[in-house]
T-cell receptor
Framework: SAVISQKPSRDICQRGTSLTIQCQVD?????MFWYRQQPGQSLTLIAT?????????ESGFVIDKFPISRPNLTFSTLTVSNMSPEDSSIYLC????????????FGSGTRLTVV | AQTVTQSQPEMSVQEAETVTLSCTYD???????LFWYKQPPSRQMILVIR??????QNATENRFSVNFQKAAKSFSLKISDSQLGDAAMYFC?????????????FGTGTRLTIIP
């Protein structure tokens, strides 16, 4: 299955600043997914990132707040912009589909704390 | 839209015993995939087991097995011979089989504690 390198693993940021999270995959994948996991809760999909097109955002998430780049088939970034304490969460990237035989592989997550 | 429900926020089991985690889902689709994921304190999401809806046979992976009841839209996970390393959050997840709709929808999770 695919191997994902996600960084940073954790960060503490000041409110009003932005953080960019990177995910690198060891094989080419069509779709990459970005999830948010708020403290003690489940995973919520932020957006689906396709190479060569705009990301598709889920209800409640907007591009201005969570801009995503997908410059090639092995890399994607998620930026959390103009952060507030409510953005404190774990952010995970994931790949799935046929490359992983319909299972999904996840990055190790980024634990973000906004102070 | 599909929904996934896990009605047991917490479960505990004695080491070496068997425990069953419940999951129900709602969908109008006939073809889909169901997953159980484990998330230990390291927060890494680990695939435990996968079930294709078109397969009647329940999936099994070593000590982990599922009871898939398609008509009842139920997908429970049985862990046999529980071990201390099984302690984690367990998430049930749904994925449509439709091309282009490959996102996972997760349940709220069950925290499993193993009692030595």
């Amino acid at each position: 299955s695919a191997v994902i390198s996600q960084k940073p693993s954790r960060d503490i940021c000041q409110r009003g600043t932005s953080l960019t999270i990177q995910c690198q995959v060891d094989s080419q994948v069509t779709m990459m997914f970005w999830y948010r996991q708020q403290p003690g809760q489940s995973l919520t999909l932020i957006a689906t990132a396709n190479q060569g097109s705009e990301a598709t955002y889920e209800s409640g998430f907007v591009i201005d707040k969570f801009p995503i780049s997908r410059p090639n088939l092995t890399f994607s970034t998620l930026t959390v912009s103009n952060m507030s304490p409510e953005d404190s969460s774990i952010y995970l990237c994931s790949v799935g589909g046929t490359v992983t035989n319909y299972g999904y592989t996840f990055g190790s997550g980024t634990r973000l704390t906004v102070v | 839209a599909q929904t996934v429900t896990q009605s047991q926020p917490e479960m505990s089991v004695q080491e070496a015993e068997t425990v069953t985690l419940s999951c129900t889902y709602d969908t109008s689709e006939s073809d889909y995939y169901l997953f159980w994921y484990k998330q230990p304190p390291s927060r890494q999401m680990i695939l435990v087991i996968r079930q294709e809806a078109y397969k009647q046979q329940n999936a099994t992976e070593n000590r982990f097995s599922v009871n898939f009841q398609k008509a009842a839209k139920s997908f429970s996970l049985k862990i046999s011979d529980s071990q201390l390393g099984d302690a984690a959050m367990y998430f049930c997840a749904y994925r449509s089989a439709n091309f282009g709709n490959e996102k996972l929808t997760f349940g709220t999770g069950t925290r499993l504690t193993i009692i030595p």
